[in-house]
C-alpha cells in the first residue's frame, strides 16, 4: 500500500493496474484495524455498549427506529465505497469521517444529558467519540475486484455484502492486501 504525504487531499497512485478501485473515508481510529484484519461492517461499539445506547434511547423516549435510524444501522452487513477519490474525500474532511452510526451514538449521547442511571456508559461513550472525532481522517483507495456477486454498484457507490448469517472470519473478504494506497488528511 503506498502511503500519500500527509496533508495531500491527492492520490498519486497509478490505478490503472486494478479493475475496479473503491474509496473508503473513516477515521485515523480504525485504521489499524481496517490494515491488520480489512473491512468489515465495523461498528466502533462493542455489542453491550449497542445495547445500553439502545436503553438510554428509550429511557430518553428518543425514536432510533426507521429506516434511517440507528437500529436500522446496526442490522447494516455491508460496507460503502465511493467511485470517486473526490467524494470520500470530501466526506472525510466534511467531520463525517466517523461514519453514519457515530452521529446515530452522537444523538443519543446528547439526547441523555447527564442520566445519572447511565452516567458510566455515557462517559465512556463520549470519550470514545471524542477519539474518533480528534483522529486524523483517512481516506483508502481499495481494489474491489473479483468480489463477484458481493460487489453491487449504487449510483455513485460500490456496496461490498457480507452474508448476516455466517460467522465472522477472522480477515475480511476485502483484506488488508486490497489496500492501494491512503491519504491522511
Known sequence: MQIEPAG?????????PYGVVGFHATSGAAASA????GFF????FDHE???????VAKDVELDIGGSCGYLAWLDVNSVTFAKKADAAISHATSGKSGGQGLSHIAAIVNAAGAMPQHHPLLQSVRAEIDRIERSTPVVYAVDLSGLGVRLAEEGDLYRVAFDPSAPRPAIS???????????NL
Open 8 to 16: 495531500s487531499r491527492v492520490f498519486t497512485t497509478n490505478f490503472a
Open 41 to 44: 461492517p465495523h461498528k466502533f
Open 34 to 37: 481496517i490494515e491488520r484484519v
Open 49 to 55: 455498549t449497542h445495547l445500553g445506547m439502545i436503553a
Open 173 to 183: 473478504i476485502v483484506d488488508p492486501t486490497r489496500l492501494v494506497a491512503r491519504l
